[in-house]
C-alpha cells in the first residue's frame, strides 16, 4: 500500500503536461466552426448551379440567333465566362469588397486564398472561405456579361465584343457593385438589393442598351415601317437554356442569403428556392395568356422571356414576400416582356434575345416591388435605379464609342449577310445544312 500510495502522486505529476496538451490541442466545437462550413457548402453548391447558367446563356442565345451565327454566340459565351474569370481574381473581387473605403471607388488586387489546410484559429468562422466567396461572386459577374452577349448579336465583332467585357468585369461591374454588395453609399443610404435584378440584371441590361445603340439594328429587320421577325434557329435549344437558367437561379437566388449555419437561415434558403420557382413560373403563365389574347396565337419566345422575367424581378427581393406576393411580381414581369419588346421594335432598337426587356425592365420593376415586402422606401429604391443606370450607361456609352471610332465594332454588310460564323470564325455550327 505504502508503494502505491507513493506511485500514485507521481503518475498524476507525470500526466499534467500532457493532459494539458490535450486541452491546448482539443478540437473546436461543431457550434464555432458549423456555421463556417455550412456557410461554405451553400457558397460551394449554389456556386455551382450559377456557373451551370453560363451554359443556360450560351443555348438560349443559340437558339435565338440564325443558324449562321450560333457557333459565334457559343464562342463569344465560353470567352466572356473565361476572360470574366481572370478578371475578377485580377482586379474584380477586391474591388467590389475593398473593405473600409469611401464607398463610392476603390481599385483592389488580386484575390488571394486561405492557406492550404488553414486552421480553424486563422478561419473566419463567422463567415466562410476565401475561395467560396470569391467563386460564388465571381459567376454572377459572367452572368452580367452574358447579358450583353445576347442583345448584340449578329452584327458585332468578336475581338470588339471581348475587349468590352474585359472592363465590364473588370472594374464596371465591380465599382458599381461596391456601392451595395461593399458596403458602399448605396448600402448606408438604404438601397435594398438582396440577390442583384439592380446590381447584376439591370447592370447588364444597361451595358446592353448602350451597345445596341452604338451598334444600330440588323440589317433588314426594320424596313419600310415594318419590322421583320428574324426566327432563331432553334427553339428546342432556346427552351432548354431557359429551363437551365430557371435551375440555376436557385443557386443565384438562394445563395444570396450568404448564410446557412442555423436552421433559420436553412429555412429562408428553402422559402428563397420557393419563392424564385414561383415568380419564374408566375412570369411564363402571364405571358402565356397575354401573347394568346394579344395575337391569338401563343408565342414560346415570348413565354421563355416571361419565365426569365419573373425571375429577375424575384432576385430583389426573394426571401420576404410569401407565395402568392412572389406569383404576382412574376407575372407582372412577364407581362412587361410581352409590352417591351415590341415597344422597342417601335424605336428600332433591334435586342437580338429580348435582353433588355428581361434584364432591364423587369430588372427595374423588381428593384421597385421591393417596398411592397421590404424596409427600404421608393426614394431610396429609385436612387439606386438611376445610380446604377447612369453609371452603367454613360461608361458604357463611352467605351462602345471608343472601340468603333479605334477598332470598329461591327461585321461589314457582306460579312453580316453570309454569317459572322465563317466571317468571324470560318467555322459552322450546322455545316452539314449550308451543303446544300
Known amino acids: 500500500m505504502k508503494l502505491i500510495k507513493t506511485l500514485l502522486p507521481a503518475a498524476a505529476l507525470a500526466a499534467l503536461p500532457v493532459m494539458g496538451m490535450a486541452q491546448e490541442a482539443a478540437a473546436p466545437t461543431m457550434d464555432e466552426v458549423g456555421p463556417y462550413i455550412f456557410t461554405t457548402l451553400l457558397f460551394l453548391m449554389a456556386g455551382f448551379l450559377v456557373f451551370f447558367m453560363a451554359a443556360g446563356f450560351a443555348m438560349l442565345e ?19 465566362f473565361s476572360i470574366a474569370a481572370i478578371m475578377y481574381w485580377l482586379v ?32 473566419a468562422l463567422d463567415y466562410a472561405s476565401i475561395g467560396s466567396d470569391f467563386f460564388f461572386q465571381l459567376v454572377f459577374v459572367a452572368a452580367t456579361a452574358s447579358i450583353v452577349s445576347g ?39 438604404g438601397f435594398s438589393d438582396f440577390a442583384g435584378s439592380t446590381v447584376v440584371h439591370s447592370v447588364g441590361g444597361w451595358a446592353a442598351l448602350a451597345g445596341v445603340l452604338v451598334l444600330g439594328p440588323r440589317i433588314g429587320k426594320y424596313k419600310d415601317g415594318r419590322v421583320n ?16 437558367l430557371w435551375l440555376g437561379w436557385f443557386g443565384f437566388n438562394g445563395g444570396s442569403q450568404l448564410a446557412m449555419g442555423t436552421v433559420g437561415d436553412v429555412s429562408d434558403v428553402s422559402r428563397i428556392f420557393a419563392n424564385t420557382n414561383m415568380a419564374a413560373a408566375a412570369g411564363a403563365v402571364a405571358a402565356l395568356l397575354l401573347t394568346q389574347v394579344m395575337y391569338k396565337k401563343v408565342d414560346l419566345t415570348m413565354v421563355l422571356n416571361g419565365a426569365l422575367a419573373g425571375l429577375v424581378s ?31 421594335d417601335k424605336l428600332k432598337i433591334d435586342d437580338v434575345v429580348g435582353a433588355i426587356p428581361v434584364h432591364l425592365f423587369a430588372g427595374i420593376w423588381g428593384t421597385i416591388a421591393v417596398i411592397f415586402y421590404g424596409e427600404a422606401s421608393l426614394v431610396t429604391q429609385l436612387t439606386g435605379i438611376v ?12 467605351l462602345w464609342f471608343i472601340l468603333k471610332a479605334t477598332v470598329g465594332i461591327r461585321v461589314s454588310e457582306e ?12 467555322m459552322e455550327a450546322y455545316p452539314e445544312f449550308s451543303k446544300g
Open 62 to 80: 443559340a437558339g435565338l440567333v440564325r443558324s449562321k451565327n450560333v457557333a459565334m454566340q457559343l464562342t463569344k459565351n465560353i470567352a466572356l
Open 92 to 123: 474584380g473581387f477586391n474591388t467590389m469588397y475593398p473593405g473600409d473605403f469611401n464607398g463610392f471607388f476603390a481599385i483592389g488586387g488580386q484575390t488571394v486564398l486561405d492557406p492550404v489546410g488553414v486552421a480553424a484559429a486563422d478561419a
Open 151 to 189: 442583345a448584340v448579336a449578329e452584327r458585332i465583332k468578336l475581338w470588339p465584343f471581348l475587349a468590352f467585357v474585359v472592363v465590364l468585369t473588370g472594374l464596371m461591374y465591380p465599382i458599381s457593385g461596391s456601392w451595395q454588395w461593399g458596403g458602399g453609399w448605396l448600402s448606408e443610404m
Open 229 to 244: 421577325p428574324f426566327p432563331g434557329s432553334n427553339l428546342a435549344l432556346a427552351t432548354l437554356g431557359t429551363f437551365i
Open 314 to 344: 424575384i432576385t430583389a427581393e426573394p426571401l420576404a414576400p410569401t407565395l402568392f406576393g412572389s406569383l404576382w411580381i412574376g407575372a407582372v414581369g412577364g407581362v412587361i416582356v410581352v409590352f417591351a419588346v415590341p415597344f422597342l
Open 387 to 398: 445610380a446604377y443606370g447612369v453609371f452603367t450607361f454613360v461608361a458604357s456609352l463611352v
Open 415 to 426: 460579312e453580316e449577310i453570309n454569317g459572322l460564323d465563317m466571317a468571324e470564325l470560318g
